[in-house]
């Protein structure tokens, strides 16, 4: 059984750093660590007094004699040492909560906090620890959520193949187009969130690669007007563009930003009611060039318009993803440019892209 204060020789004490050999075997180019070189000083002012005490004890024993002389200093000494352990242990009291908080972090439970308490570096230390501690537990409820989210993304196109494919091998359905188009459009509806997917998964990890050339930006956007026409006219919504005649062309990646328009236009016409109208406009804002698409909509709710660009953040009659906004604001970023909206509920949304304008040629 272990007797007094502090562990066995040779074992770490529990407030000894854990990346740091003990006992110690030698020190970097900057010399022992603060709290030993407090320690040491501590030390040295004990050898210090003991020195003092040994010179008066000296002078005394010659005046007083040998026996009272030492017992006083055998006293002195040892309620110095008392309160030199009783430092020590205030000193280190404070690290143990700081100890117990990582190693249950280290478990998985990332709810933990630490009182911000004892010296001036310590409360640092605890401060840090707070924040990455609190951090990690958002970290890990977006993660969780991300998941779950995922899982019921994934789930409703292919509960609609799974069942419209039982249905036509056990012969309730014939296997003609109007009972396979729905297993073609659940097709493509997976398609584009395991492209959405790989799209936010080089995001993050920072290697979305973009293939740059000159760009006639008012041609692409015309372009991409014309490919959602005949979607527009079957919803009932009039769908128009307007392009300035004197842009130059820039360089972008015309896969992505052609990618961001039909997530904007696509949006627009699944929020415009039948009758309402849709107006895309190009053209020049001082050094940048200005996309925009603007709808007579129901608008976005005012509590919901901050986190638009956040992931699988949508309305609640939304049939999208969530994802299409916060892949389009991660791309336009990319391009070192900007994406803006601006939304009133039953007036109407407008989505500005402001992309820097490198003329070319």
């Known amino acids: 059984m272990q007797r007094g204060w502090g562990p066995r020789p040779g074992r770490r004490p529990p407030w000894w750093p854990e990346g740091e050999p003990f006992p ?7 010399g022992p660590p603060a709290f030993a070189r407090r320690i040491g000083c501590f030390f040295v002012a004990i050898l210090a007094f003991a020195v003092l005490v040994g010179a ?3 002078g005394l024993i010659a005046r007083l004699g040998a026996w009272p002389v030492a017992l006083l200093a055998v006293a002195f000494a040892l309620l110095f040492v008392m ?83 039982e249905a036509i091998a056990d012969g309730v359905y014939q296997g003609d187009a109007a009972h396979l188009t729905p297993i073609l459009d659940a097709t493509q509806t997976l398609d584009r969130l395991v492209e959405d997917l790989r ?16 760009t006639d930006l008012g041609a692409l956007a015309a372009d991409t007007v014309e490919s959602f026409r005949t979607q527009a006219d079957r919803a009932g919504v009039t769908l128009s563009s307007e392009v300035a005649g ?37 053209g020049g804002s001082g050094d940048d060039v200005l996309v925009t698409v603007t709808d007579s909509g129901e608008g976005i709710p005012a509590e919901l ?11 609640a009659s939304s049939p999208g993803s969530g994802l299409g906004l916060a892949i ?6 990319a391009h070192g440019g ?18 820097l304008a490198r003329t070319v040629g």
């Open 24 to 30: 110690p075997r030698r020190w970097g180019r900057n």
């Open 56 to 58: 008066v004890a000296g």
């Open 83 to 165: 309160a030199g352990l009783g430092g020590l242990r205030r000193m280190t009291r404070p690290m143990t909560p700081l100890i117990d908080a990582a190693q249950r972090i280290e478990a998985g439970d990332y709810s933990v906090q630490v009182p911000e308490s004892g010296p001036r570096d310590l409360r640092s230390v605890a401060r840090a620890f707070n924040e990455m501690s609190a951090r990690l537990k958002a970290s890990d409820e977006q993660r969780r959520g991300f998941l779950a989210e995922l899982a019921h993304e994934f789930r409703t196109p292919l509960t609609v193949i799974r069942g419209q494919a």
């Open 199 to 214: 799209t936010l998964v080089l995001t993050d990890a920072g290697n979305l690669v973009l293939h740059k050339e000159p």
């Open 246 to 282: 004197d842009l130059h062309p820039i360089d972008v990646d015309p896969a992505r930003i052609r990618s961001v328009l039909g997530n904007l236009i696509s949006n627009a016409i699944r929020h415009t009611p039948s009758g309402g109208s849709i107006k895309v406009g190009v």
């Open 305 to 315: 318009l901050p986190r638009v660009f956040e992931r699988f953040v949508k309305g």
């Open 328 to 333: 389009a604001h991660d791309i336009v970023t």
């Open 338 to 355: 900007k994406l803006e909206i601006q939304s009133t509920m039953g007036s109407g949304t407008t989505v500005r892209m402001v992309l």
